[in-house]
């Protein structure tokens, strides 16, 4: 039997970071450090005593069951079934969540009645245990196997879905390693990607502060003076850069963001980072440098660097870019939903793009989705402060809000129909389209543009002022 999880049932949405403090033990840029808050706001895993998570413990098979018991209580699953199993009594701590994910088809014994609680959890289980899940949440995965998994393997089919759909992360060679015990960490962050997992109408997002709600941490606002009135601007961590109302392009440096260049530029731009830019239309992505921009393609065209589907812009939507620390990735994103299947359906849509251009040689790298808090918000700013960690800064409903992005938690879209121009990230019936996960560091009032993170500080644009966001405490992790 299918069940959908609804909105109403979903405790996991993304409130302020304040809202779940990471227990001690967790450091702060742990790669699975949301992924944990997220799920102990949900009530999916719990600390231990003294406050800490101890994430590198290995999971038996017990601890599966009641956490997966907890996931079907989300879900308001309530089967239930008598734990028969040989080596279980009926008073056992783990047994009525037992009963539970048995009945729902989650688990199961082994050969001869036993259930083997105690062994340790590998990742082969949990995988299949994870797969068992979809028919219930309504999501298709498009598998992806990989290479250290034999076709043939009894687990291979679950594999291939759950790393599909980015629930379970590879190694750094993009092994499985499927043998290899399952950690709280790794158990934390599967669960984190089931959640991102929901079908697109259902799939949690960072919730807009309640109306006269104050933000989540204490910061200053305050104006600088900077000579030209700018359009754009964009940058970190090390130096910034803006678009002027005359269509120069400015580099600045330095806290109190000094001007030390000016290039006339021969078009119009978007947003520009380290060097690169965007033209409005979306049709061209540049390359800023001493002899003029230089084009790396016509967007939609044999040959070009993007998805065929962003030459379906509505022709004024613009976007935003971020170059890595590296210098070696540069993310683009469209400020609204693209026109697909028209311009009057993308006003009732809330998906963006977030693709990832390699530079040298510069082409498609990754594609994920990002939904905006509501139809008819709109990005203003995107800033790549550290590898696998985005700032992105969306207005709406007289606000402007910053999140911070994780990549290493998206489901990679690329080569996907998606990418075909009638490939509406909400078109298409089913494809359970799943955003990269966000989180709410700061809230504005008012509507600004732009976004530069440099150090621990936020510059935005308003009516062409650059303001800087002083916080009260690290907003970068």
Same mark, same amino acid.
């Given at each position: 039997m299918r069940?959908?999880? @609804?909105?109403?049932?979903?405790?996991?949405?993304?409130?302020?970071?304040?809202?779940?403090?990471?227990?001690?033990?967790?450091?702060?840029?742990?790669?699975?450090?949301?992924?944990?808050?997220?799920?102990?706001?949900?009530?999916?895993?719990?600390?231990f005593p003294g406050g800490g998570f101890q994430g590198d413990s290995r999971l038996n098979r017990f601890q599966l069951a009641t956490t997966l018991g907890r996931v079907l209580d989300t879900l308001g699953a309530r089967e239930e079934a008598p734990a028969a199993f040989t080596d279980v009594r009926a008073?056992?701590?783990?047994?009525? +969540?037992?009963? #539970?994910?048995?009945?729902?088809?989650?688990?199961?014994?082994?050969?001869?009645? /036993?259930?083997?609680?105690?062994?340790?959890?590998?990742? +082969?289980?949990?995988?299949?245990?994870?797969?068992?899940?979809?028919?219930?949440?309504?999501?298709? $995965?498009r598998p992806r196997l990989p290479a250290d998994v034999p076709p043939g393997h009894w687990a291979a089919p679950a594999v291939g879905q759950v790393v599909g759909l980015g629930w379970m992360r590879l190694d @750094? /060679?993009?092994?499985?390693?499927?043998?290899?015990?399952?950690?709280?960490?790794?158990?934390?962050?599967?669960?984190?990607?089931?959640?991102?997992?929901?079908? @697109?109408?259902?799939?949690?997002?960072?919730? *807009? $502060?309640?109306?006269?709600?104050?933000?989540?941490?204490?910061?200053?606002l305050r104006p600088l003076e900077?000579?030209?009135?700018?359009? +754009?601007?964009?940058?970190?961590?090390?130096?910034?850069?803006?678009?002027?109302?005359? =269509?120069?392009?400015?580099?600045?440096?330095?806290?109190?963001?000094?001007?030390?260049?000016?290039?006339?530029?021969d078009r119009p731009l978007a947003a520009v980072h380290r060097g690169w830019g965007l033209?409005?239309?979306?049709?061209?992505?540049?390359?800023?440098?001493k002899e003029g921009p230089r084009a790396y393609g016509v967007i939609g065209q044999p040959g070009g660097v993007l998805p065929r589907v962003f030459g379906q812009g509505n022709g004024g939507s613009g976007g935003v870019v971020a170059l890595d620390p590296s210098g070696n990735y540069l993310a683009l994103m469209n400020s609204t939903?693209?026109?697909?299947?028209?311009?009057?359906?993308?006003?009732?849509?809330?998906?963006?793009?977030?693709?990832?251009?390699?530079? =040298?040689p510069v082409g498609l790298y990754a594609e994920h989705a990002y939904a905006l808090d509501a139809p008819g918000n709109r990005l203003a700013g995107l800033a790549w402060p550290k590898p696998g960690t985005l700032l992105a800064s969306e207005q709406g409903g007289g606000k402007t809000r910053i999140y911070r992005l994780e990549l290493g938690g998206a489901t990679d879209l690329a080569f996907s129909p998606f990418d075909e121009?009638?490939?509406?990230?909400? $078109?298409? *019936?089913?494809?359970?389209? #799943?955003?990269?996960l966000k989180e709410r560091v700061l809230e504005l009032e008012g509507e600004y543009w732009g976004l530069a993170c440099l150090g621990e500080r936020f510059y935005l644009l308003r009516e062409g002022r650059v303001f800087e966001v002083v916080p009260g405490q690290a907003l970068v992790r």
């Amino acid at each position: 039997m299918r069940r959908f999880l @609804f909105p109403s049932l979903i405790p996991l949405t993304l409130s302020a970071l304040s809202a779940q403090a990471l227990p001690p033990d967790v450091p702060p840029d742990h790669w699975a450090g949301a992924a944990v808050g997220r799920v102990l706001e949900a009530g999916w895993m719990q600390g231990f005593p003294g406050g800490g998570f101890q994430g590198d413990s290995r999971l038996n098979r017990f601890q599966l069951a009641t956490t997966l018991g907890r996931v079907l209580d989300t879900l308001g699953a309530r089967e239930e079934a008598p734990a028969a199993f040989t080596d279980v009594r009926a008073d056992h701590w783990a047994a009525p +969540y037992l009963g #539970r994910v048995v009945a729902a088809g989650l688990v199961q014994g082994f050969p001869g009645g /036993e259930f083997r609680g105690t062994e340790e959890l590998s990742r +082969y289980q949990l995988a299949q245990a994870l797969a068992r899940l979809l028919p219930r949440l309504g999501v298709e $995965a498009r598998p992806r196997l990989p290479a250290d998994v034999p076709p043939g393997h009894w687990a291979a089919p679950a594999v291939g879905q759950v790393v599909g759909l980015g629930w379970m992360r590879l190694d @750094f /060679e993009d092994r499985f390693q499927g043998g290899a015990a399952v950690t709280r960490y790794q158990l934390a962050y599967a669960l984190a990607g089931l959640s991102r997992s929901l079908p @697109f109408a259902a799939a949690p997002v960072a919730a *807009p $502060a309640p109306a006269g709600a104050t933000a989540q941490q204490p910061f200053t606002l305050r104006p600088l003076e900077q000579p030209a009135p700018w359009v +754009y601007l964009g940058g970190g961590p090390l130096e910034a850069e803006a678009l002027s109302t005359d =269509n120069r392009h400015l580099l600045l440096r330095g806290e109190g963001l000094e001007l030390a260049s000016a290039t006339p530029l021969d078009r119009p731009l978007a947003a520009v980072h380290r060097g690169w830019g965007l033209t409005p239309d979306l049709k061209e992505v540049l390359r800023l440098g001493k002899e003029g921009p230089r084009a790396y393609g016509v967007i939609g065209q044999p040959g070009g660097v993007l998805p065929r589907v962003f030459g379906q812009g509505n022709g004024g939507s613009g976007g935003v870019v971020a170059l890595d620390p590296s210098g070696n990735y540069l993310a683009l994103m469209n400020s609204t939903p693209l026109c697909l299947p028209d311009c009057a359906s993308a006003r009732g849509s809330r998906a963006l793009r977030l693709v990832l251009l390699l530079t =040298n040689p510069v082409g498609l790298y990754a594609e994920h989705a990002y939904a905006l808090d509501a139809p008819g918000n709109r990005l203003a700013g995107l800033a790549w402060p550290k590898p696998g960690t985005l700032l992105a800064s969306e207005q709406g409903g007289g606000k402007t809000r910053i999140y911070r992005l994780e990549l290493g938690g998206a489901t990679d879209l690329a080569f996907s129909p998606f990418d075909e121009p009638q490939g509406a990230l909400e $078109a298409v *019936p089913g494809a359970g389209v #799943r955003p990269v996960l966000k989180e709410r560091v700061l809230e504005l009032e008012g509507e600004y543009w732009g976004l530069a993170c440099l150090g621990e500080r936020f510059y935005l644009l308003r009516e062409g002022r650059v303001f800087e966001v002083v916080p009260g405490q690290a907003l970068v992790r």
